[in-house]
């Protein structure tokens, strides 16, 4: 990877469901140590627990079931038929915000939570401050939430990624009733997430799992990595399936080689054709990674130009912007598209021109493209005074002869 700094990434496999436990479960089986899961967690203002794992079987295959074990109460999973009054999302927000936690390792808690109060409120009709958490009076979702923002932490990982997730059918029993799967609150939180069938009877992702999910990963194919190490989370129900999820840690050169963007466009039929280029320079300062113009015919058969923008998803506010700046658009559309890179390498070719930076992309270590850059082309191509396809013939020549 040219001596680039490694980024260390996650990648939730979740080919039969997701929750709280199973997440926790899949961390500690990836490495987190117990104790220093335990350890961060006491500084939470929470007393009366504990935490346990075990090795559990599930369809013939082992994986860590983590429990949190709580004076004079039951441990039940999310949805469980116990019916305690619960914490409120403002007390449950108040505990992780009341211990002594890192702040950003608080603030990714409490993005959890609110975001599965939300949905709750939705489902219900209620307001988001009437949302009870019902699990172990609020300890599970307390647990549940900030040990799988610690741990992503202990693990080093930097960015996580989380597979289509499995939408079942059925009927759960819960603290409100008896409802269908998946219960409205995952539903809600199912909004603009990729998901498939899955042909079992019950419950398989809950509320908590999705929302850890939604809230701390992003949604994509498997990405480009280099697998470190595995852990695999279980669940507490048996389906005809394995109940279980995986969680792959690896590393790659960064999110350019495989992650999810943003694709912005602006159909323009009313823009002078000497704006385009200007505009094109303030999308590619404001973030964006490519940007082009494409002919098109709008109605009562006007020409005209659809502009197009590619950006990473932090940087799709500033390039929605500047295209609502910088031309006659009323209104920009957006949508989530996935991108496969190579691994990009830069070397420099020593040719009768000069030296030339060439860029290569590989994939799994193996060579399949390389392009000299233009400038330095054009640049030695017109200080030798020679055609531009001689400097880049050459550059290539030299490439393939080091």
């Known amino acids: 990877m040219n001596g680039e700094q490694l980024l260390r990434i996650g990648y939730l496999d979740v080919f039969c469901g997701l929750s709280g436990d199973m997440f926790l479960g899949a961390l500690v089986d990836a490495g987190v140590n117990l104790d220093a899961l335990t350890d961060e967690l006491r500084k939470l203002p929470l007393e009366g627990w504990s935490l346990r794992a075990e090795e559990v079987h599930k369809s013939g295959l082992r994986g860590t079931k983590v429990h949190v074990e709580a004076a004079h109460a039951p441990h039940g999973h999310h949805h469980g038929r116990h019916h305690h009054h619960g914490k409120s999302a403002d007390e449950v927000i108040a505990i992780v915000r009341g211990g002594s936690l890192r702040p950003e390792l608080v603030e990714r808690a409490v993005a959890v939570v609110e975001l599965i109060a939300q949905a709750e409120a939705q489902a219900h009709g209620v307001a988001r401050e009437q949302v009870h958490f019902h699990e172990l009076g609020g300890i599970d979702t307390v647990m549940d939430v900030c040990g799988a923002v610690i741990g992503l932490d202990l693990l080093g990982i930097e960015r996580l990624y989380c597979s289509p997730l499995p939408v079942s059918h059925g009927y759960v029993d819960t603290a409100h009733g008896r409802l269908p799967v998946p219960p409205p609150a995952v539903a809600n939180l199912l909004q603009g997430v990729p998901t498939y069938p899955l042909d079992i009877e019950g419950e398989t992702v809950t509320p908590t799992g999705a929302g850890l999910a939604v809230a701390l990963a992003e949604f994509s194919e498997r990405p480009l990595m280099t697998i470190l190490a595995t852990g695999v989370g ?150 030798a005074g020679v055609p531009l396809k001689d400097v880049y013939a050459a550059a290539m020549a030299a490439r393939g002869a080091e």
């Not at 495989?258 to 505009?279: I, T």
């Not at 303030?282 to 709008?298: E, H, N, R, S």
């Not at 290569?360 to 193996?366: A, H, I, S, T």
């Open 234 to 383: 279980a669940g507490t129900k048996d389906f005809p399936v394995p109940n279980l999820v995986r969680l792959f840690i690896g590393e790659n050169d960064g999110p350019d080689t495989h992650g999810r963007m943003v694709l912005l466009e602006a159909n323009l039929d009313d823009m002078s054709g000497e704006f385009f280029g200007y505009a094109m320079e303030k999308l590619f300062a404001a973030g964006a990674v490519d940007v082009w113009a494409t002919p098109i015919y709008m109605k009562k058969n006007r020409p005209a130009m659809m502009l197009s923008a590619l950006a990473p998803q932090d940087r799709a506010e500033a390039v929605a912007d500047a295209i609502l700046m910088h031309t006659t658009s009323f209104g920009v559309r957006r949508q989530s598209v996935g991108r496969t890179c190579l691994e990009r390498e830069h070397v420099t070719a020593q040719t009768p021109y000069g030296p030339i930076r060439v860029k290569l992309g590989k994939r799994d270590g193996q060579l399949l493209t390389a392009a000299p850059e233009y400038e330095d082309c054009a640049a030695a191509a017109d200080r």
